[in-house]
């Protein structure tokens, strides 16, 4: 496990039942909305697949992608119950066909 001041990515791969630009938009804008400025924040951004990288090695299975660094383990988990982060599940996920989230420790 690591140390309480370690780093922790937070990074999020949404995959869209609908893949048009409005949903994309929809989704960049509701990550925007209900995942900026949580306390404990070091870094945030949001990306969308760049269309023209299609090599073997690039994955192209998502429409939009979450990257999110918490100072530590502590504010990542506060950010997974805050009401706000509640809510963007709870009014976004019916449009995700998935989800994957990947955590891990920054070294």
């Not at 990542?76 to 809510?87: E, G």
């Not at 709870?90 to 990947?102: I, L, P």
């Amino acid at each position: 496990m690591a140390e309480s001041s370690t780093p922790l990515a937070h990074m999020v791969y949404f995959t869209l039942k609908d893949k048009s630009p409005a949903s994309i938009e929809r989704q960049v804008a509701a990550c925007r909305k209900y995942l900026t400025d949580h306390p404990g924040t070091v870094y945030f951004s949001i990306g969308t697949r760049t269309s023209d990288l299609t090599r073997e090695v690039n994955d192209r299975e998502f429409d939009v992608s979450l990257h999110v660094i918490f100072a530590n383990r502590a504010a990542h988990d506060v950010y997974q119950t805050h009401p706000r982060h509640v809510q963007f599940i709870a009014e976004n996920k019916d449009h995700w066909a998935k989800a994957r989230v990947f955590d891990a420790d920054v070294v």
